[in-house]
């Protein structure tokens, strides 16, 4: 909607992970660094975990469009509760096997079967699990006997466990002893510092033709780093509404006041979680201590809150009768002198 106003190609801050717009951050970039080093081992299993939203599926997305695929087949699979059959099934459809109702030991030899086929024509596998953290431990022990067949020495598939940080819990439980020694490499992808905040924001606008419209005063990024916690999701998020809300306001230029005010409409949507995100957390109005002083806080909070809304649909509505009267045939709105507009029913005149 406001890419054209703006002068972008595209959506800067799509939702979706494209490894196009993936910005090396030094934690990004480290992390890149051991899934390398991982895929040269050629072996058991490399771990990435980070917070919902940290980048770690573009960041894997990245890796597989360096592989070369005369060496390496690699298959990516979503994770969700799945035992240790579903799991066999799932692997099996990752790779494109064709799938026919037989138990799991069938499905373990038509898998291995598979694997050995891809060594003997000197590729291998690579197996990349998202949203790992859901697995059971039945399913990572089926994993684990998976990563155990060799040929000649050489491992028949390489895993890559990509999830939240309740993968590491999960793989720490005392069971998993056996799976923890065939880890090869491990990183945690934390969150932007404040200056990789702004400088990702710039690399996707930078990716989509951005020449400086919209500007970013001086001052925006701190309360947008603060409000997002620097996880990149969260990021693309509330710049998306920063954008949308610049764009109604027919503004080029993006405060402080802006962020904060796109924050407190957050805030206030219905079906929103405070603890999803920093961005949703409470209000921060001080807990006064009598009850007296506490209403008087609620009442002023509520007064405040409720002229704000008003301000901005004002204003929302004064520029989308402004876009109206551009339209072509569009016949210029009357209003008394020094008056506002009227809106209402009948309003504006229809041609």
């Known amino acids: 909607m406001y890419e054209a106003f703006y002068g972008l190609r595209a959506n800067p801050f799509e939702l979706d992970p494209d490894p196009a717009f ?54 990516q699979l979503v994770s969700t509760q799945l035992d240790a059959e579903n799991l066999l099934r799932s692997v099996a459809v990752a790779f494109g096997l064709p799938l026919k109702p037989s138990g799991t030991e069938n499905l373990l030899r038509k898998i291995v079967a598979y694997l050995l086929g891809l060594v003997r024509s000197g590729r291998r596998a690579l197996l990349v699990v998202d949203e790992a953290q859901n697995l059971t431990p039945r399913a990572l022990a089926a994993l684990s006997e998976l990563l155990n067949f060799q040929l000649r020495n050489r491992d028949l598939l390489q895993c890559f466990l990509v999830g939240q940080p309740e993968l590491r819990q999960l793989i720490h439980a005392p069971s998993m002893q056996h799976l923890r020694r065939r880890v090869v490499a491990s990183y945690h992808l934390g969150p932007l510092e404040e200056f990789e905040t702004r400088a990702y924001m710039e690399h996707r606008l930078a990716h989509v033709g951005w020449t400086g419209d919209p500007a970013f005063d001086e001052q925006a990024f701190a309360p947008l780093h603060r409000a997002t916690g620097g996880v990149p999701r969260r990021i693309n998020s509330l710049c998306e509404r920063l954008l949308l809300a610049a764009f109604v306001a027919q503004q080029h230029l993006i405060g402080p006041a802006d962020v904060e005010e796109v924050v407190a409409q957050l805030r206030e949507e219905p079906g929103t979680d405070a603890q999803a995100s920093p961005m949703l957390a ?4 001080p807990g006064p201590a009598s009850a007296t002083s506490e209403l008087d806080a609620m009442r002023s909070y509520m007064v405040s809150s409720i002229t704000a809304r008003l301000d901005r649909l004002e204003r929302n509505v004064a520029t989308l009768l402004n876009l109206v009267q551009r339209l072509p045939g569009a016949k210029a709105a009357s209003r008394p002198p020094g008056g506002p507009a009227r809106v209402g029913k009948g309003w504006p005149p229809q041609p």
Request: hydrophobic residues 45%; positive net charge; aromatic residues 8%.
């Open 282 to 285: 409470a209000q921060s109005v």
């Open 22 to 75: 993936f910005f090396g951050s030094k934690g990004h970039q480290r992390a890149h660094a051991y899934l390398v080093y991982g895929v040269s081992q050629e072996q058991g299993f490399v771990v990435i975990t980070g917070e919902a939203g940290a980048g770690k599926t573009t960041l894997v997305s990245l890796l597989l469009t360096e592989l070369d695929p005369r060496k390496v087949v690699a298959a």
